[in-house]
Structure formats: C-alpha cells, structure tokens
C-alpha cells in the first residue's frame, strides 16, 4: 500500500552570501511578499501533516517574518555543521519518530514553483514507489545549479554540485532545482552517511541521490515542463529575473479575469492585490500590499497604491497612496500624496498637489488645489479653496480640525486645530481660522484692505511701474474730463 502521508521541509538556514545584503535572503521580497513566503504558501496548498522552516542565519529576523505570517510552519534551528544534508537532517529529527511518509524537500530561494507541478512531482513518486524523486530542468544555462547524472540507461545516478563537477559534468544541461520527494526512512537512513568531502566541505543533500543508487534503491527525476518556475535566486539579478516573471504571471492572470493592462512591462502587481473586471491599469503603476481595485477603476500612468481600497470607476491619476480608501467615482491626482487612514468619500475629490493624512473627507467633498489636510474631518458637498492648510500639529499633540457639510472655503486657509466649522459656514480668502466657526456664519481673519494712493509714484520714480501708474491716472483723468 502506498503511504500519503507527507511532510514539508523547507530550506531557508543559508547565509545567502551572494545576495551581499543585511536582509536574509528568504526574506528577500518580490510581489510584496518574502521568497520564503511564496514557498510556505506554494506547499500550503497540498495538505502536509508537518510543515517545518529550517533556520539558522539571522534566524530571528526569520522566525519573526514567520510567526508573524506562517504561523503553522515548525521553525527548525540547524546547528552549525553547514549544508543542505545537515538542514534535512535536523528536520527530519524534528519529525514524530512514527512519521513514515514521504518528505517534500523545498528550498526558501526557489520561489516560482507552482503547487500543480509539486503535486504532480509527489504523484509520480509515489506512482513509481521510489525512494526519491528529483525535479530537474533542462536550462539552456545551468550555470550555478547541480548538475543530474544519468547513467548509460538514462537512470539518475547522482547529483553533482558545480563546484565539484568535471568539465563534462558541468556540460550536462539537466540540473537539480533543490526540490526533491524522499521516503522518509531512506532520508533517515542515507543522511547519516553524508560526508564533508567536497568543495564546499558541506553535507551535500544531493549526495543521498547517489548513495540511494549505490544501494539499489529506486531514484527517478521528473522533468519540470516550465523551466522558469524552478530558478533559484542567488543573487540580487536573479532576485529582479524571479520578481519578473512572478510579475509577468500576475499580470496575464489579471488580464484574463478582464482587466485591461496597457504595458504590462511597467505595471507592478503584487500577490495579495485583487484587481476586478473592467479595472484600466496605465503604465508605470505599482498596486501593491492587499490593494483591492473595484471594477471600471482607471489607475495610473505613475501611480503606487500601497494597501488601498479603490471603489468603482474612481479615477487616480500621477499619485502616491497608502492605506487609504475611496469610494466610488473619486478622482485623484494628479500628484496627489494620500497617507495612511485617508477616507475619501463617493464621487470626492483630492486633486493636484494634496497631501492628506488621517482625514475622512466625506460624499462630494473636494480639496482641489495645493493643500495639506491631516487629522480632520470633512463633512459632504464641501469645497476647500486653494491652498487649504490643517495646522494639526501644536509641537507637542496633533488636533483635528472639523468641518461640517457644505462648507466652502476662502482660498488659502489655515485651519488651526483644534477647531470646528460648522454646516453651511464660508470663509474668506486667506482666513487664519483660530475659533470655531457657527453654522452659516461667514469668517474673516485677515484685517480690511487699505490702498495707500500714489506710493509707486512718490517712492519708486523713475521705474516701468511709476510710468504705468502715471499713465493711468492721466488716462482716467482725460475720461473723467469728457
Ligand atoms: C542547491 C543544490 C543544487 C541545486 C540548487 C537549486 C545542494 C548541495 N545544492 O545549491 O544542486 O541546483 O540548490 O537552486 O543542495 N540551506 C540551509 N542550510 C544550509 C545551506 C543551505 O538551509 O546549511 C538552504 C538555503 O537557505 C537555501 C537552500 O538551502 O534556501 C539552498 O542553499 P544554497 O546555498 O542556495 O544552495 P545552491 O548552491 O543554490
Ligand atoms: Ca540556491
């Protein structure tokens, strides 16, 4: 009888020297979520009894991003005897003692693999009751990869790392991409025969393919149909190589759900963004985080909307968002800069040169023009004049500043929180507004206007401006005269 029960190993202790960075490399992000990410969620997918994370190299940082995301994966420590044989050994100790099923073997940086081609990999090893089954890929460039021996019937013979590969060996094209199915009880039993004896003086998990074959025992690879899928990030050009294809297989399955993409080569999606039908995306744009998109949205060209909330047929032009929501038939931008807790509502509007923070603008609201508005409240059919400012900040506490429905502002304002403006109420152009202002009332700040008559003439003499002022004066003389 077979047996279906299976467990997860996934590699993620290396230093990832090659990546030069104080990140981890598992924890490197492309499509918003971390490589790691991309393989918990890949093996999430096919119903393993253990899920375990192997961990050593900055493992904190690690466990954090796990705990915090994957909390149902087992963290694993390695101990300090480097190599992938040493990483499957420690988790396979790690497993119950009567765990007698197959062990799925996945690396951290092996991030485009797909859950079908897992399945089916532990479906063919199962089907030909192996002891290990290997992904391969036949790569037109197999630099960096392990390279897969076969033996003059064809039949997989060992694996051999490209570091210690002979010149043919390292012309073989089929290599190993790091994800493999085990029995359990030939893991347990070849592991504990690895030795350091190689370029890397590292136990090699690839070696237990040649010791199974050294021992009769059946070893088979299967060919992986989409070579892209298993390529390993090394370093940062792999890491931007992985980034796009992930890209490139977001975008067509959102084009095939009805969203129009005019260049997809400049529009970035991330894994968690969901994106409805007749959703227009122009180029250069980034919906990232867990934006949602509601059908007949128009987003972009150049615009990022970090963890957003876009309601049906807005319009977000040249803009900047992040954790902010909008409702239907907005527009924004262009050059918007919407911060976190925004809440712009239907059919309002935040246009050219706005920042807003922390601020519910509420149904037909408009902040048109060159204005910052943070902690406040707008109620609905306002219009903020021109250059509207929210002094929120006192230095010490930020105040919120609270405008009713149908307000309409004098163009540049300064709202000095906190204060409130009631329904109804105006302003004048350039009202420093420091008290509450009533409903209905109209407020005026800025002292009554006088003209000091003939100062250009008397103080600038001699200037284009004096002969101007001159000119019209004797003109309006003449007039007077008729
Ligand atoms: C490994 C394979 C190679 C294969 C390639 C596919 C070995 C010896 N080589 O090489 O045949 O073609 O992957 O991408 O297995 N790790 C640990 N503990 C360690 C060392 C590594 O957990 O002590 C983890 C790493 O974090 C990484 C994975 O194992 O996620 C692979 O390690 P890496 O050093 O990248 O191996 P490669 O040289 O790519
Ligand atoms: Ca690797």
Same mark, same amino acid.
């Given at each position: 009888?077979?047996?279906?029960?299976?467990?997860?190993?996934?590699?993620?202790?290396?230093?990832?020297?090659?990546?030069?960075?104080?990140?981890?490399?598992?924890?490197?992000?492309?499509?918003?979520?971390?490589?790691?990410?991309?393989?918990?969620?890949?093996?999430?997918?096919?119903?393993?009894?253990?899920?375990?994370?192997?961990?050593?190299?900055?493992?904190?940082?690690?466990?954090?991003?796990?705990?915090?995301?994957?909390?149902?994966?087992?963290?694993?420590?390695?101990?300090?005897?480097?190599?992938?044989?040493?990483?499957?050994?420690?988790?396979?100790?790690?497993?119950?003692?009567?765990?007698?099923?197959?062990?799925?073997?996945?690396?951290?940086?092996?991030?485009?693999?797909?859950?079908?081609?897992?399945?089916?990999?532990?479906?063919?090893?199962?089907?030909?009751?192996?002891?290990?089954?290997?992904?391969?890929?036949?790569?037109?460039?197999?630099?960096?990869?392990?390279?897969?021996?076969?033996?003059?019937?064809?039949?997989?013979?060992?694996?051999?790392?490209?570091?210690?590969?002979?010149?043919?060996?390292?012309?073989?094209?089929?290599?190993?991409?790091?994800?493999?199915?085990?029995?359990?009880?030939?893991?347990?039993?070849?592991?504990?025969?690895?030795?350091?004896?190689?370029?890397?003086?590292?136990?090699?998990?690839?070696?237990?393919?040649?010791?199974?074959?050294?021992?009769?025992?059946?070893?088979?690879?299967?060919?992986?149909?989409?070579?892209?899928?298993?390529?390993?990030?090394?370093?940062?050009?792999?890491?931007?190589?992985?980034?796009?294809?992930?890209?490139?297989?977001?975008?067509?399955?959102?084009?095939?759900?009805?969203?129009?993409?005019?260049?997809?080569?400049?529009?970035?999606?991330?894994?968690?963004?969901?994106?409805?039908?007749?959703?227009?995306?122009?180029?250069?744009?980034?919906?990232?985080?867990?934006?949602?998109?509601?059908?007949?949205?128009?987003?972009?060209?150049?615009?990022?909307?970090?963890?957003?909330?876009?309601?049906?047929?807005?319009?977000?032009?040249?803009?900047?968002?992040?954790?902010? !929501? &909008?409702? *239907?038939? /907005?527009?924004? %931008?262009?050059? #918007?800069?919407?911060?976190? @807790?925004? =809440?712009?509502?239907?059919?309002?509007?935040?246009?050219?040169?706005?920042?807003?923070?922390?601020?519910?603008?509420?149904?037909?609201?408009?902040?048109?023009?060159?204005?910052?508005?943070?902690?406040?409240?707008?109620?609905?059919?306002?219009?903020?004049?021109?250059?509207?400012?929210?002094?929120?900040?006192?230095?010490?506490?930020?105040?919120?500043?609270?405008?009713?429905?149908?307000?309409?502002?004098?163009?540049?304002? !300064? &709202?000095? *929180?906190? /204060?409130?403006? %009631?329904?109804? #109420?105006?302003?004048?152009? @350039?009202? =420093?507004?420091?008290?509450?202002?009533?409903?209905?009332?109209?407020?005026?700040?800025?002292?009554?206007?006088?003209?000091?008559?003939?100062?250009?003439?008397?103080?600038?003499?001699?200037?284009?401006?004096?002969?101007?002022?001159?000119?019209?004066?004797?003109?309006?003389?003449?007039?007077?005269?008729?």
């Amino acid at each position: 009888m077979t047996e279906n029960r299976l467990a997860i190993v996934v590699l993620a202790a290396g230093q990832g020297t090659r990546m030069k960075s104080r990140l981890p490399k598992v924890l490197h992000p492309i499509a918003g979520r971390p490589l790691v990410g991309h393989v918990l969620t890949t093996a999430s997918h096919l119903g393993a009894e253990h899920v375990e994370v192997v961990v050593r190299h900055e493992r904190d940082r690690v466990v954090e991003v796990l705990s915090e995301q994957y909390p149902d994966a087992v963290i694993v420590d390695q101990d300090d005897i480097p190599g992938t044989g040493r990483a499957v050994q420690v988790a396979i100790d790690a497993l119950p003692d009567d765990f007698t099923g197959d062990v799925l073997v996945l690396s951290g940086d092996v991030p485009l693999l797909e859950a079908g081609t897992l399945q089916a990999l532990v479906d063919a090893h199962r089907a030909a009751a192996a002891s290990a089954t290997v992904l391969s890929a036949l790569l037109d460039d197999p630099t960096g990869y392990g390279r897969v021996i076969r033996d003059d019937s064809g039949t997989v013979a060992r694996i051999v790392e490209q570091k210690d590969a002979t010149a043919d060996e390292a012309a073989v094209t089929e290599i190993n991409s790091g994800v493999y199915v085990f029995r359990a009880a030939s893991l347990r039993t070849f592991l504990t025969k690895l030795d350091q004896n190689n370029a890397q003086g590292e136990l090699y998990l690839t070696d237990v393919i040649g010791l199974l074959r050294g021992a009769q025992e059946t070893v088979a690879a299967e060919i992986a149909a989409d070579t892209a899928a298993t390529f390993g990030v090394n370093d940062r050009v792999q890491l931007a190589e992985a980034g796009r294809v992930l890209n490139d297989r977001i975008v067509r399955r959102w084009q095939r759900e009805g969203v129009t993409i005019v260049d997809p080569s400049t529009t970035w999606i991330d894994d968690d963004a969901k994106l409805a039908p007749d959703v227009t995306l122009l180029p250069n744009t980034y919906i990232a985080g867990a934006t949602v998109v509601e059908s007949g949205a128009m987003i972009g060209p150049d615009t990022s909307l970090l963890d957003c909330e876009v309601g049906e047929d807005a319009v977000i032009r040249r803009s900047d968002a992040t954790l902010a !929501v &909008f409702g *239907a038939g /907005v527009t924004v %931008g262009p050059f #918007a800069y919407v911060r976190p @807790g925004t =809440v712009l509502g239907a059919k309002g509007k935040i246009g050219t040169f706005v920042e807003t923070k922390n601020s519910q603008i509420g149904a037909g609201s408009k902040v048109p023009h060159l204005s910052y508005i943070g902690d406040t409240t707008i109620g609905e059919r306002v219009n903020l004049g021109a250059g509207a400012i929210t002094a929120n900040y006192d230095d010490i506490v930020k105040h919120r500043t609270e405008i009713g429905d149908e307000v309409h502002t004098g163009s540049h304002n !300064v &709202f000095v *929180a906190p /204060v409130r403006i %009631g329904d109804g #109420a105006k302003t004048g152009a @350039g009202a =420093v507004v420091r008290k509450d202002v009533p409903a209905g009332a109209l407020a005026l700040s800025v002292a009554p206007q006088r003209n000091v008559e003939g100062w250009v003439e008397k103080n600038r003499a001699g200037t284009g401006a004096a002969e101007a002022a001159v000119r019209a004066s004797k003109a309006a003389n003449s007039e007077a005269a008729e």
